[in-house]
């Protein structure tokens, strides 16, 4: 049997498909699986033992410099010529019926295509049981598995050695603090984090890993948090601090990866992060922690009455942090 699994959205909807990527291999061993996913999201699925082969596509609105539409479509031709040859069973969409992922599905020509749609809701409210209530619809077990990613071990090598220059020792425990938000309703003020990054870098032995998307605030692509940055170094002059910024995702994977707890807002680094099975608050603002919050791993949700993360105090956070520590919740 072979199945295409088709998920072109975002870093956290992809990390909410692989639980249906982990059931689908556990019920079928011997199936061909394979995913198309868009190079923004396919470092995700790097070296994820599930999967036989993946599949990544450009979208025209990332592209580089130097990287013309027609080069970008003329690579997209290409690759739905090769998935055709494959001659899939079944084409998943768990996404549901974007234009998009449907207009891959008829040009790849399976003899099924499964797509998610609102019967999935019985499987619960999360995007994880949602994605996986395909299972069934399928004829397979349903089941909910932890989200997977796996790290470079190169990188997190490199960075367990840059942690240990910049600081002068090994640190025997090391906090994740990811400052980035896409969304403005999700964006802790600069002053609050290098708060606690305070608190919790007290005890000794132990230092925060400081993540944030490198650029600047007025990228209209790419907008980075590099100013909020070194706000946030500034006001922790003297504590165990090493800067981190992630251009690629494959460096955020490594450097969270290192981390025995996350603080981080709604987003693909928090997927990540519960993906890794890491302790974790997470800073919810405007959206919904049923459907969105962390999969599989002991976490703390943060959420203000407003829905805005600037109302949470530093002080409720470090609440959170404590009951977190150690716990098994989910």
Not at 185 to 194: K, L, M, V, Y
Request: aromatic share 6%; with cysteine.
């Amino acid at each position: 049997m072979k199945i295409l699994v088709i998920r072109r959205d975002n870093i956290g909807d992809l990390v909410c498909t692989t639980p249906l990527i982990r059931a689908l291999r556990r019920q079928l061993p011997n199936a061909s699986l394979q995913a198309l996913v868009t190079h923004y999201n396919a470092e995700v699925l790097a070296g994820n033992p599930d999967l036989d082969r993946v599949y990544s596509y450009q979208k025209a609105k990332h592209r580089g410099p130097g990287e013309g539409t027609l080069g970008i479509y003329w690579q997209r031709l290409k690759t739905i010529l090769a998935l055709r040859r494959e001659r899939f069973d079944w084409v998943l969409l768990p996404g549901g019926a974007a234009a998009s992922s449907l207009r891959f599905a008829r040009m790849i020509a399976a003899k099924r295509v499964l797509i998610r749609d609102d019967q999935d809701r019985q499987g619960g409210a999360h995007e994880v049981e949602q994605c996986c209530h395909l299972l069934p619809r399928m004829g397979l077990r349903y089941e909910t598995p932890a989200p997977l990613v796996v790290p470079d071990a190169a990188l997190q090598q490199a960075f367990r050695e840059q942690c240990c220059a910049r600081l002068g020792f090994a640190p025997t425990r090391l906090i994740g603090v990811h400052v980035s938000a896409r969304k403005p309703s999700q964006r802790w003020p600069a002053d609050r984090f290098a708060a606690f990054i305070r608190a919790v870098t007290e005890p000794e032995g132990t230092a925060c890993l400081l993540f944030w998307a490198p650029g600047t605030s007025d990228d209209p692509k790419h907008p980075g948090d590099d100013h909020k940055a070194a706000e946030i170094i500034a006001a922790t002059h003297g504590a165990a601090v090493v800067p981190l910024p992630t251009g690629h995702l494959r460096q955020l994977i490594a450097g969270l990866s290192l981390c025995d707890g996350v603080l981080c807002a709604d987003g693909g680094a928090m997927h990540l992060a519960a993906a890794l099975g890491k302790p974790m608050v997470c800073l919810f603002g405007d959206s919904d922690p049923e459907r969105w919050g962390p999969w599989g791993n002991p976490h703390r949700i943060a959420q203000a009455e407003s829905r805005e993360v600037e109302d949470l105090t530093v002080e409720s956070i470090l609440q959170r942090w404590e009951e977190v520590q150690g716990a098994n919740c989910r």
